[in-house]
């Protein structure tokens, strides 16, 4: 019969104890733990359940001694607080808990100083992959600060290394679901009201915007392109009213950003016309800010989780080396709301 371990027993539960209680081997409990198919099925459940009913939790950092893993992952960022960081480490740790996996964080705020410190300390606890990750932009980032040592890794919302698989939005594609949209909901004279021209996805949302139009039978007149020095509503609004003053018969506006969205329905707002009725408006993000204007924006979603969760994939895939470095563009969705015809 098996043995009934004392639930008043003050130390903790160990192997042994689970062995006895379930009447087998700790051989056996030790190839059920760490997933040993050579194991009969009924043997397996009863440890399973007792492992369940006293709680036992196996000894990571030992195991991890004798596997040559820790199981964990760790994120390296420039900047925690980036307005998409946070859907991108949900991401990722869905990913890693998915294969019992745990994440580490890490804040360099963009030093280089930090992060070396930083690396060295997730190296001397022998993470198993890292991923470097932006908090606010696409963009080239420099070589890790610290030599690695083997340790894989990869690059999300970031790009380095060719050799490194890396994860990106689809901005392009993005551009391309704006333009499509607004050509199905009836709009004929459409603006463009883009981010800053220094980064990355303003010229490839203009890329994919300009190409899906001309595809469509609409090629862009770029006198309806407008460059706004920074993300800003402020900044929407004003160059809003600037296109209005030019172009009274302009019907539709896409923005590369959520923020500069709203700046553009206020200024539409003011003139006392109707969205959508007089002017349509698509915004870029999906930030938790569209859907609370009125009419709730239209907008292109960043697939950040998604983008978050693959990165956690491919950081696992490295440790088996199952797979080829490669460029991942994780496409972007249309989030069809009321200031779009059709809404």
């Known amino acids: 019969m098996p043995e009934q371990l004392s639930a008043a027993a003050p130390r903790r539960v160990t192997l042994k104890d689970v062995a006895r209680a379930s ?66 480490m949900r991401g990722v740790e869905d990913a890693a808990s998915s294969a019992g996996f745990g994440v580490f964080l890490c804040n360099s705020y963009g030093d280089r100083d930090r992060e070396q410190l930083q690396l060295q300390r997730l190296l001397d606890k022998r993470v198993d992959a890292l991923i470097f990750m932006s908090g606010n932009r696409v963009g080239r980032r420099p070589e890790p600060a610290l030599p690695l040592q083997g340790t894989p890794y990869v690059y999300l919302y970031e790009y380095g290394d060719a050799q490194v698989s890396t994860v990106l939005p689809d901005d392009v594609g993005g551009g391309a679901l704006a333009a499509t949209h607004l050509v199905d909901a009836g ?35 770029r006198s309806l392109l407008r460059w706004s020095p920074s993300w800003n509503a402020e900044d929407g609004y004003f160059l ?43 915004g870029f993000d999906d930030r938790s800010l569209a859907e609370h204007q009125r009419p709730p924006l239209t907008t292109i979603a960043l ?28 496409p972007c969705e249309l989030v069809v709301r009321k200031s779009t015809r059709g809404g």
Do not use: Y
């Open 23 to 88: 009447g087998v081997t700790a051989s056996t409990v030790s190839k059920v733990v760490n997933g040993r198919r050579d194991v009969g099925p009924e043997a397996r459940q009863r440890v399973l359940d007792t492992i369940d009913r006293l709680g036992f939790h196996p000894n990571s950092v030992a195991r991890g001694l004798r596997m040559q893993r820790s199981d964990t992952l760790a994120i390296v960022t420039d900047d925690l607080e980036g307005i998409f960081t946070n859907a991108m």
């Open 187 to 221: 709009a004929s004279r459409i603006a463009f009201i883009n981010g800053p021209r220094e980064w990355e996805a303003t010229a490839d949302r203009l890329h994919g915007f300009t190409r899906e139009l001309t595809a469509l039978g609409h090629p862009f007149d």
């Open 240 to 282: 809003a009213n600037e296109l209005m003053d030019i172009v009274p018969d302009l019907d539709a506006i896409f923005c590369g950003s959520d923020d500069l969205a709203t700046g553009a329905m206020a200024a539409v707002h003011d003139r006392g016309l109707s969205i959508p009725d007089d002017v349509q408006i698509v």
């Open 303 to 330: 697939p950040l989780h998604q983008m978050g969760h693959l990165a956690g994939e491919q950081a696992l895939a490295s440790l088996e080396r199952t797979t080829a470095p490669a460029v991942f563009r994780v």
